[in-house]
Structures are given as C-alpha cells and as structure tokens.
C-alpha cells in the first residue's frame, strides 16, 4: 500500500549510542519531515526536507542529523542517545511545499533511552 | 501564548452524543489540518480546510476564517472514535510547508 514507512517501530538504546530511524514514501512525495510527540508538549518538529539534496532544520534539531539523498528516503539519525530523547517519532510527508496539500504520516517509531 | 488552542483537553462522552472540539489560532493560515491518534497508534489525517465545511461519514470540520476558529464534529459517537485528535495549521509565512501543532484533544466515548 501507497503511503509512509517507519522502521523500526520500537527501539531501546543505551545513552551513548547511535542509531538511525528509516523513514521512507512512495508517493513521490517533495516534502518530508520528522515530528517528536512527547506528553504534554504535542509534536515538534525535528527537520524537514523540501526536495532531495535540501534539508533545514526545524524546532528542535539539537542531537539529530539528516540526509535526502533520494525522493523516497528521508533517515533520521540519533548521534550520541540521550534519556531526553525518549520519545514517539513520526515522520511524514506531503506533495509539495508552500501549497494546501495533506500529510500522510508514517506508524511511528517508539524510541527509549536508557 | 501557544500559536494554536485546542478545547477542551479530555472530553468523555456516552455513545450516541453529538461531539464538538475547537481550534482557535493566532496566525495566518493556508491550511488548517485535523488529525486523529488512536492510543498507541499512528497519526490519520482526517481532513484539510482552508475554508468553509467539510464532511466525511459521521465527521464535520468547519472553519471561520476570520475569527481563526475551527470546529471538529462528530455525530453519533461510538467508542472507537476514542482517541487523540489534533489541530495543525499551514502559516501562511512560513517556508516549506511546516505545521504548527495543538496539544490535542483527548477523547473517550463510552459505551
């Protein structure tokens, strides 16, 4: 089925260690985007990419990196775990940019750290 | 002041009752966007306005541009529309097709 692809659906890490979070669409979709959903605090957004080979940064980058290499593929990287980084993440993805277009979001990736 | 209230924060319901959540915002928009979350799911988008009614099955979003309010509606409510519902807005400023996001709404209908 057409739509966003998030693996793996649960992790556990120890502080100090990396790890990547796939995110992936087939909709051939130009804007993606990873959200963290903490309670109380709503989804935030980590980074964006606005077309392969351009990614920005967006509220709340510190401790994470990303890349688009291609217009599926959209990984979002944790350098060095910490425990503030539990969290949900979601990644998600839209047709194009600056336009009322929807979003198709990815399951979620449920991410402890200990 | 959060860009974007959503009200009320926990609603419990019985089944059968006419449901309302309320999205009041701060900023000028392109698009408003209502967003369910079943417990320990993913997140549905449910619908995108930028103005006037939209309507799916037992599901209503409306949206007055002017007064930067939107309502959800639901009809005839069952327990499994229990979930989270979320309020997101397109600036109309802002570059690259960002959302800005509701704490959400938590709803439970009771059977």
């Known amino acids: 089925n057409a739509g966003v692809t998030q693996t793996p659906k649960f992790q556990v890490l120890k502080t100090g260690q990396s790890m990547t979070l796939q995110c992936a669409q087939d909709m051939n979709h130009e804007y993606m985007s990873w959200y963290r959903q903490d309670p109380g605090m709503g989804l935030r957004l980590i980074h964006y990419?606005?077309?392969?080979?351009?990614?920005d940064q967006g509220e709340v980058p510190n401790g994470y990196n990303v890349s688009r290499s291609t217009t599926e593929d959209f990984p979002l990287r944790l350098l060095s775990a910490a425990p503030s980084q539990t969290s949900v993440y979601f990644c998600a993805s839209s047709r194009a940019t600056g336009r009322n277009y929807g979003y198709t979001f990815g399951s979620g990736t449920r991410l402890t750290v200990v | 002041k959060n860009e974007v209230e959503q009200s009320p924060q926990n609603l419990t319901a019985q089944e059968g009752e006419f449901i309302t959540i309320n999205c009041s915002y701060s900023?000028?928009?392109?698009?408003l966007h209502w967003l369910q979350q079943h417990p320990g799911g993913g997140i549905v988008s449910l619908f995108m306005l930028s103005s006037g009614k939209k309507k799916h099955g037992r599901l209503i979003a409306t949206i007055n541009i002017q007064e930067k309010h939107s309502s959800l509606h639901i009809t005839a409510s069952h327990p499994r529309d229990s979930a989270v519902y979320i309020c997101?807005?397109?600036?109309?400023?802002?570059?690259?097709?960002?959302?800005?996001f509701g704490a959400g709404t938590i709803l439970r209908v009771k059977s």
């Open positions: 990419s606005v077309g392969a080979g351009i990614t």
């Open positions: 997101a807005v397109t600036p109309t400023m802002e570059y690259g097709n960002k959302l800005v």
């Open positions: 900023v000028g928009i392109s698009a």
